[in-house]
């Protein structure tokens, strides 16, 4: 669910390996997620998304994992870069009575060692 | 091709004195459109969500208030700032209409500090 009163956690990673973001959502029969990346004084971008008749999804360096039974959401980066360093947020689409609404989860900072 | 803006993009004011934030939307006809707020170093809250002219949905009590007097245009108002409204206020639309749920495409941002 949201938690936008709490400080967000942060993710350090060294460059090069590979990265693994969390996110617990809140609606069991949410049928949508979203991750999206956030740059510092930006609006957020979309990474990827999945439906919730998928387990596991990959695009171009970034893979998400859906586990419905726990309401848990992973992005996985390959190969983390310096341009990968932003604030990461799930997204959640509540059932067809709210349709219109997305939701934002606890966002996690990802930063880079080089 | 779909854009979207946001305007303006850094506002400072005085508790008590009055906020318009705009949003437009142009390449696409009845999208959904939000508004989010995200304190600094937080996460983001929604604020309103509209499916349609005239249609606003409120998601917390607060003393802003949006409204969508054209089809592509969303506006977050409020009369009487508080040094709580400080934020960065993000506005929102993805395509309407009943489509399936698809991606939020979001705006740049207007940076809001009340003194």
Redesign the interface.
């Known amino acids: 669910g949201e938690s936008v009163g709490l400080h967000l956690p942060t993710l350090s990673v060294q460059e090069g390996d590979n990265s693994i973001i969390n996110c617990a959502y809140s609606n069991s029969a949410s049928d949508y997620f979203i991750w999206y990346k956030q740059e510092s004084g930006k609006g957020p971008q979309f990474i990827i998304d999945i439906r919730s008749n998928m387990d596991k999804r990959q695009g171009q360096r970034v893979t998400v994992l859906l586990n419905k039974t726990v309401k848990h959401l992973s992005l996985q980066i390959a190969a983390t870069q310096p341009g990968d360093s932003a604030v990461y947020f799930c997204a959640e689409n509540p059932p067809l009575s709210s349709a219109s609404k997305i939701i934002f989860g606890s966002g996690t900072r990802l930063s880079i060692r080089p | 091709s779909q854009t979207i803006h946001q305007w303006p993009a850094t506002l400072v004011q005085p508790v008590g004195s009055p906020l318009s934030l705009e949003c437009t939307v142009e390449g696409t006809s009845n999208p959904?459109l939000?508004w989010?707020r995200?304190?600094a170093?937080?996460?983001?809250?929604?604020l309103f969500?509209s499916?349609g002219i005239g249609q606003i949905?409120s998601?917390v009590p607060q003393n802003l208030s949006a409204s969508r007097p054209q089809d592509r245009q969303f506006i977050l108002s409020s009369k009487k700032l508080l040094l709580s409204d400080s934020g960065f206020y993000?506005c929102?639309w993805?395509p309407?209409g009943g489509s399936?749920?698809?991606?939020?495409?979001?705006?740049?941002?207007s940076?809001l500090t009340v003194l």
């Open positions: 959904n939000y989010y995200q304190a170093g937080r996460g983001l809250q929604l969500y499916v949905s998601e993000l929102a993805r309407g399936p749920p698809g991606e939020l495409f979001f705006g740049e941002g940076r």
